[in-house]
C-alpha cells in the first residue's frame, strides 16, 4: 500500500505538469507496472499516460511535451521548464522524477 501511495504521489506530480513536442519512441499508451506498484490496483484510478506526437494525456488531462534527449520538457502553466528523464527498454518505460524511478509498460491494441 505504501508503494502504491507513493505512485500516486508521483501521478500527482506528473498532472501538473506540460510539455511540447514528441519523441516517437515514447507514442503509445502506458500502463504503471502493476506488478511492481499496486497489482491489484486498490487505488481504482487509472494508471495510464499516452504520448501522442504533441500530447501527453494522464488522467484525463493534456499536456504538450517536448524530446530533448534523453528528458521529457514540461511546463506547468507558465512556470519554469521541468526536465523529466526517461529511457525506454522495448515496451519498458522508466520515468525518473525528483529522484523517484517509476515504470510502465506498453499497452499493445
Do not use: H
Not at 60 to 67: A, H, L, V
Request: aromatic residues 10%.
Amino acid at each position: 500500500m505504501k508503494k502504491a501511495m507513493s505512485v500516486a504521489l508521483i501521478l500527482l506530480i506528473l498532472i501538473s505538469l506540460v510539455g511540447c513536442g514528441g519523441g516517437n519512441d515514447l507514442i503509445g499508451k502506458w500502463q504503471i507496472d502493476l506488478e511492481e506498484y499496486d497489482e491489484n490496483n486498490s487505488l481504482g484510478i487509472d494508471l495510464s499516460i499516452t504520448f501522442t506526437e504533441e500530447k501527453w494525456i494522464m488522467m484525463g488531462m493534456e499536456f504538450d511535451y517536448e524530446i530533448k534527449g534523453d528528458k521529457i520538457v514540461v511546463q506547468l502553466f507558465g512556470a519554469e521548464p521541468e526536465e523529466i528523464n526517461y529511457k525506454i527498454n522495448g515496451d519498458k518505460l522508466k520515468l525518473f522524477i525528483e529522484g523517484e524511478e517509476t515504470n510502465f509498460v506498453r499497452v499493445k491494441d
